[in-house]
């Protein structure tokens, strides 16, 4: 049974900076793409970041290039997204993904989401 559980949401200023930590179980993380996702209100779901499988890679969405570092444990069952620099439009329920993506990133392709983990960021 697959899990994917987020955490480290909340309300921050800009400028302030939150992290995310999502735990996976489950799904190797070699076999499997993971990821974050986000969706504003109004607007599609997007992925911000995510690994390539086995980690080696990652990847950024231009809006959180340089602002937004993705990372795993050593033990391949945690994932973290430090946010920093965080903006207003940056406000967004938050998503871990894991999947198989064919094209880094490509969100259909996703399969298992958690719940979500709020972020709201105040001017």
């Known amino acids: 049974q697959v899990q994917v559980v987020e955490s480290g949401g909340g309300l921050v200023q800009a400028g302030g900076s939150l992290r995310l930590s999502c735990t996976v179980s489950?799904?190797?993380?070699?076999?499997?793409?993971m990821g974050w996702s986000r969706q504003a209100p109004g607007q599609e779901r997007e992925v911000v970041s995510c690994l390539g499988r086995g980690g080696r890679r990652q990847y950024y969405a231009d809006s959180v290039k340089g602002r937004f570092a993705i990372s795993t444990d050593t033990a391949k069952t945690t994932i973290y997204l430090p946010l920093n620099s965080l903006n207003p439009e940056d406000t967004a329920m938050y998503y871990c993904v894991a999947g198989a993506p064919v094209q880094p990133c490509e969100i259909s392709r996703y399969n298992y989401w958690g719940q979500g983990t709020q972020v709201t960021v105040s001017p």
């Open positions: 489950g799904v190797s993380f070699d076999a499997y793409s």
